[in-house]
């Protein structure tokens, strides 16, 4: 579904002597149709950055990205917004990720509004479907994102990418920003959406009992590359990278 | 003996929208060298608790009951009186440290800011117990992070920071407020381990959502929801066997016992449901439930749960 090969991305800041961060440093991986592949790393080791790049919402220093047979990078803009509806994110913080004046129903119609494929009716009555998919009441719909809780916005975003049908989705830390009890019921919701419409994902997070949860295989970063990648199982049962087993030992030696 | 004692405890806000009733009538002590951890989740009200003992409160909150501190009430003291418990007696260690600290200041000026008004210390011998502090917390080459500003510090080192003013004028009590909030795993641990160490001769109001931390650093466990406290146990207990279905369903949630949620979402602190807080989300709620509140009842030796089960 989807490969990337030797993928780089370099900051660079500073006037007079340029100094320049490698926050991707020559990442390959790839991800199998209807699978899950779980990200993990801390803060600053890059993750974030790669899931960017992969629906290149910035541009690559170096390396390839191809979904679906398609060389995502040679894409010309046109293209790239036709790919797009295919390829969504979900983000950290869901109350940053909704117009804070738009009502729910109209943030999830406007995908659909920009496709253009129904029209108002249609519209209505897949909004009404969505808010359902996602276990929201039919009320929500005329609400702000201020009226509902974080768990609940999350859900709203997640109508959001699923409105389009999209095939792949990067889904950035979604559930850091909410309690352990919300956190289940939006991770367990996922799963079920993911089996029911065939999704793919990509799932980073910081947290490896949740990757552990979420993901069939699962690869390590730190400091912009990749460490280790295995199945879930291995990386629980046998992780080899020292790295990844400090992030497992439940203490720290110092 | 007990050195903090809270008895039928009220802490009410009002707002526009209505009066929110953080926390509701809530008894508590905390022995002498206790660790005492305070588990829940957002809006639960946990910090109000925490916050009320040393009245960093609004003037517009309405506080009722007492709160014994060595004897004395606390909410009795005059503004003059609690400002010699607060740092002194009684030290408060804040979540998020980057907003904690002054930023234009050096950190260790801020640390000797404390040491300077409850010790009496002149400004050299403040700065030297500071970067004293730095040590006691495990910043490598301490004179020198002395004199640097909150932003050349980490995450971690920023909260290390923290802990070391909290532990300046060497506190009987401290009150940490979700000190590992934001940290990465690694951090995480080492600050974890960091708390444990420099809280062994302390009393400690360890304030939470995460169960793995308190776990690792507390002796005893409370659950709070809804402005109340739920269950009470010791740390063991509260794992092993714990009797709250609130509490059951909160270890539930934690991805590593599976994942499984609760179902609803917590209540506002405006519009409490009535009898039983919990009731909606309850899977075991009945009629009563619904329309009685029940009390804190010692089921087992020293283990403490409100719910109708055990009545």
Redesign the interface.
């Known amino acids: 579904m989807l490969e990337i090969a030797n993928l780089r991305k370099y900051f660079s800041s500073g006037l007079l002597w340029k100094q320049s961060v490698k926050a991707v440093d020559g990442v390959s991986f790839h991800i199998e149709r209807g699978e899950t592949l779980g990200l993990v790393g801390?803060?600053g080791c890059g993750k974030t950055t790669v899931g960017r790049l992969l629906l290149r919402l910035i541009e690559p220093t170096e390396g390839k990205i191809i979904f679906d047979d398609i060389d995502v990078l040679q894409l010309k803009k046109n293209e790239l917004r036709k790919l797009r509806p295919r390829m969504q994110m979900i983000f950290q913080d869901p109350d940053a990720s909704l117009n804070p004046r738009m009502k729910i129903g109209d943030s999830i119609a406007e995908p659909l509004k920009l496709q253009g494929h129904l029209n108002s009716g249609g519209i209505k009555v897949k909004v009404l479907d969505l808010i359902e998919t996602v276990g929201l009441n039919p009320e929500h719909r005329n609400r702000y994102p201020y009226q509902l809780?974080g768990?609940?916005n999350q859900r709203v975003v997640l109508a959001r990418v699923l409105a389009l049908n999209p095939d792949f989705i990067v889904a950035d830390e979604p559930t850091s920003s909410l309690?352990?009890?919300?956190?289940?019921?939006i991770?367990?919701l996922m799963k079920d959406l993911k089996r029911e419409m065939h999704l793919t994902i990509l799932f980073i997070s910081?947290?490896?009992?949740?990757v552990?949860?979420m993901s069939d295989r699962i690869a390590v970063m730190y400091r912009g590359k990749i460490v280790e990648i295995g199945t879930a199982n291995d990386i629980f049962e046998a992780a080899k990278h020292p790295y990844t087993k400090?992030?497992l030992?439940p203490?720290?030696d110092? | 003996m007990s050195l903090l004692s809270i008895t039928q405890l009220k802490v009410h806000f009002p707002t526009q929208d209505g009066i929110v009733k953080a926390v509701n009538t809530i008894d508590l002590e905390i022995a002498n060298n206790e660790r005492l951890g305070l588990i829940g989740?957002?809006g639960c009200g946990k910090t109000v608790l925490g916050m009320s003992i040393i009245r960093l409160l609004p003037p517009s909150t309405t506080i009722e009951g007492e709160i014994r501190y060595k004897g004395n009430d606390l909410l009795k003291l005059t503004e003059k009186e609690i400002r010699k418990i607060r740092g002194k007696e009684i030290a408060m260690i804040l979540q998020n440290p980057t907003t904690s600290l002054n930023p234009v200041l050096k950190v260790g000026d801020q640390i000797a800011e404390a040491i300077k008004l409850h010790q009496g210390l002149d400004r050299r011998a403040a700065k030297a117990k500071a970067v004293e502090m730095l040590e006691a917390v495990?910043i490598p080459d301490a004179t020198k992070r002395a004199n640097e500003y909150p932003h050349q510090f980490s995450?971690g080192m920023k909260e290390r920071a923290m802990i070391a003013m909290g532990l300046a004028c060497d506190p009987a009590m401290i009150i940490a407020d979700e000190p590992t909030k934001g940290l990465?795993?690694?951090?995480k641990?080492?600050i974890?381990?960091l708390m444990k160490e420099v809280t062994t001769q302390k009393t400690m109001l360890f304030i939470t959502?995460d169960l793995g931390v308190a776990a690792?650093i507390c002796d005893n466990i409370t659950v709070m929801y809804a402005g109340e406290l739920m269950e009470y146990a010791n740390t063991e207990a509260i794992f092993k066997n714990p009797m709250h279905p609130y509490t059951q369903?909160?270890l539930n949630?934690?991805?590593?016992m599976g994942?499984?949620?609760?179902?609803g979402?917590?209540p506002s602190l405006i519009d409490l449901p009535s009898g039983c807080r919990f009731h909606p989300r309850c899977d075991f709620a009945d009629a009563k439930c619904r329309t009685e509140h029940p009390e804190l009842i010692e089921v087992e030796k020293s283990h403490y749960a409100r719910c109708f089960q055990y009545a």
């Open positions: 801390e803060s809780s768990g609940q309690d352990v009890s919300i956190q289940a019921q991770l367990n910081h947290d490896l009992e949740v552990r949860h400090t992030l030992s203490s720290s110092d | 989740e957002t495990k995450g990465d795993v690694t951090v641990k080492q974890v381990k959502h690792e369903g909160f949630s934690l991805p590593s994942l499984k949620a609760i179902k979402m917590s």
